[in-house]
C-alpha cells in the first residue's frame, strides 16, 4: 500500500489539530447556527486527515469528531445523549459518509501502492535489460571472432568489429551479403547444411574455407544458433573463428617433431 503523507506521531499531531481547528470554528459559528449543523466543520477535518494519514488517526479524528460535537453542540448539550431523531441521523450519517470516504481512500492508497510498486519492478526490469544488453553488447563488440546477425535466408543484417577486421570489409560491405558469399564457393555445402540445421536447433562447429574481401583465403570454425526477436521472426547468429594462427602453431609443432 502507498504510504500516506503524515504517520506516525505527526500524524496523530494532525489529527489532533484538524479536530481541535474544527472545533473552535464550530464554537465560533454557534451563535448564528446554534443546533444546527453540528457535524458540517468537524467532516472538513476528518476529510483532511483521511486524505493525509492512515486508518489510526482518521478513526481517532471521527471519534474525538462525535464526542466533542454530540457534548457541545447536539442537544442535550454537555451529554453524550442524543435524544432527537434528527440529531441520531446526522450522527449516523456523518459517521457512515466518514467510514465510506475512509474506505475509498484505503482503496484508492491501495491501488496508487500496487501501481507505483509495479511501476518500480518495470523500471528495474528495464534497466537490468539496458545493463545485460550493454554488457552483451560490449562482449560482442570486443571479441576476436567474427559474429554475424542474419535472418533465416542467410542474409547478413548486422556484424561486429571482429567481423570487419576478419574479412576486410567495412559494415557497408557486409550487410545484405549472404552468409555463404564468404565461403569458398567450391565449399558452400557445410555452410548451407548448418543454416539449414540452425532453423531446428543450433549447429555444433563447421570448419570453412573463407574468402575475405581482399580475395586471400583462410581456414575458419563456424557455428550457428538460432533465436526469435521480439517481432516473432526468425534469426540466426553466426560466429566464426580465424584459424589462420592454430594451423599455423600446428604446422610449426610438426615441423620441429620432425
Known amino acids: ?20 481547528i474544527s472545533f473552535v470554528l464550530r464554537l465560533a459559528l454557534d451563535p448564528v447556527w446554534g443546533d444546527r449543523f453540528p457535524y458540517v466543520i468537524f467532516f472538513v477535518g476528518v476529510f483532511v486527515v483521511v486524505q493525509l494519514a492512515d486508518i489510526g488517526p482518521a478513526l481517532t ?18 451529554s453524550l445523549l442524543i435524544s432527537g ?7 449516523v450519517l456523518f459517521c457512515l459518509i466518514s467510514f465510506v470516504i475512509l474506505y475509498f481512500s484505503l482503496r484508492t492508497r491501495r491501488a496508487l501502492g500496487r501501481e507505483r510498486a ?27 571472432d567474427a559474429i554475424f546477425l542474419t535472418d533465416q535466408e542467410g542474409r547478413i543484417l548486422a556484424a561486429n ?4 577486421r576478419m574479412f576486410r570489409q567495412a559494415e557497408e560491405q557486409l550487410r545484405g551479403l549472404r552468409l555463404a558469399a564468404l565461403v569458398d564457393p567450391q565449399r558452400r555445402e557445410p555452410v548451407v547444411a ?65
Request: hydrophobic fraction near 40%; charge should be neutral.
Open 1 to 20: 500500500m502507498d504510504s500516506p503523507p503524515w504517520v506516525g506521531f505527526r500524524a496523530y499531531l494532525l489529527a489532533a489539530i484538524c479536530v481541535g
Open 61 to 78: 479524528t471521527l471519534l474525538a469528531s462525535v464526542l466533542l460535537a454530540d457534548w457541545f453542540f447536539v442537544p442535550p448539550r454537555h
Open 85 to 91: 431523531r434528527t440529531d441520531q441521523v446526522n450522527t
Open 118 to 144: 509495479a511501476r518500480d519492478r518495470l523500471q528495474r526490469h528495464i534497466e537490468a535489460l539496458r545493463e545485460s544488453e550493454a554488457r552483451y553488447s560490449s562482449v560482442i563488440e570486443n571479441s576476436m
Open 161 to 164: 568489429r571482429g567481423a570487419h
Open 194 to 258: 548448418a543454416e539449414h540445421k540452425s532453423e531446428q536447433c543450433s549447429a555444433g562447429l563447421v570448419a570453412v574455407a573463407l574468402v575475405r574481401g581482399d580475395g586471400t583465403r583462410f581456414t575458419g570454425e563456424m557455428s550457428i544458433g538460432s533465436f526469435t526477436d521480439r517481432n516473432g521472426l526468425p534469426k540466426n547468429i553466426s560466429i566464426i573463428r580465424d584459424l589462420t594462427e592454430r594451423r599455423r602453431t600446428e604446422q610449426e609443432r610438426e615441423h620441429l617433431v620432425q
